[in-house]
């Protein structure tokens, strides 16, 4: 059997459109007992999928756990890219048993939803399998998760893969959404939050146009 190449995009890869982003409880009370990944780099990883959905105009839901009572407000470096959307507060575990983000989930109709937060074996874990089960694709950003301990993130991850949950990483996650230079309506703002964010892969921007004109694919 012959299998011809083509150039079009896997079905598997997200675009802005197929799907909505669900950013969960990126908030104080909730960071301070996150122990599996560094609160500076996870605050920087949900920046880039705030300003990666601002970019792209992904339909985004912010939700809150116990907002004014316990948790606190969330993370600037989410809100401040998306200061129009509403916080849905809740007091659910699991924001797929909170009617407000149901109705809203329900309201922008996509069939795949990418999940990010805090913490990984509970708020997010809760979604991601209520969600599969209910037939939608799910995804979740690994490195803009994070739980009391590595191992309850790591086994929180490898429950979500078993159900058949997609891990991805935050500036993958960018980067996807871009997946080509020559995409010039995009192109300065997604190279513009990489040079914010993007670590070391930023600064080699920053490096290459600063010392030699270069830019990615020619642009």
């Not at 949900?46 to 959905?53: K, P, Q, S, T, Y």
């Not at 509403?86 to 575990?93: E, F």
């Not at 909170?98 to 795949?112: F, L, Q």
């Not at 708020?123 to 191992?151: M, S």
Request: charged content about 15%; overall charge negative.
């Amino acid at each position: 059997m012959t299998i011809t190449a083509t150039t079009a995009a896997g079905k598997s890869l997200l675009t802005p459109t197929d799907h909505t982003l669900l950013m969960i409880d990126f908030q104080s009370q909730m960071a301070f007992a996150t122990r599996s990944i560094d609160l500076t780099l996870l605050r920087t990883n949900a920046g880039i999928l705030a300003n990666a959905a601002k970019v792209f105009g992904v339909s985004t839901i912010l939700t809150t756990v116990a907002e004014k009572s316990f948790s606190g407000p969330m993370f600037d470096e989410v809100t401040a890219p998306l200061p129009d959307l509403p916080l849905l507060d809740r007091t659910t575990m699991n924001c797929w048993e909170d009617a407000a983000v149901v109705a809203e989930v329900n309201r922008i109709g996509k069939p795949r939803v990418v999940l990010a937060g805090l913490w990984t074996g509970v708020c997010i874990v809760g979604p991601a399998a209520t969600a599969i089960d209910q037939g939608f694709e799910v995804y979740f950003i690994a490195d803009a998760c994070g739980d009391v301990t590595d191992e309850a993130h790591e086994r929180a991850c490898q429950r979500m893969i078993q159900l058949g949950a997609v891990p991805m990483t935050s500036l993958q996650y960018l980067l996807e959404l871009q997946r080509d230079w020559a995409r010039g309506e995009t192109y300065d703002a997604t190279t513009g939050v990489a040079r914010t964010l993007a670590g070391g892969y930023g600064l080699g921007i920053i490096y290459a146009r600063s010392m030699f004109g270069a830019s990615e694919g020619g642009h």
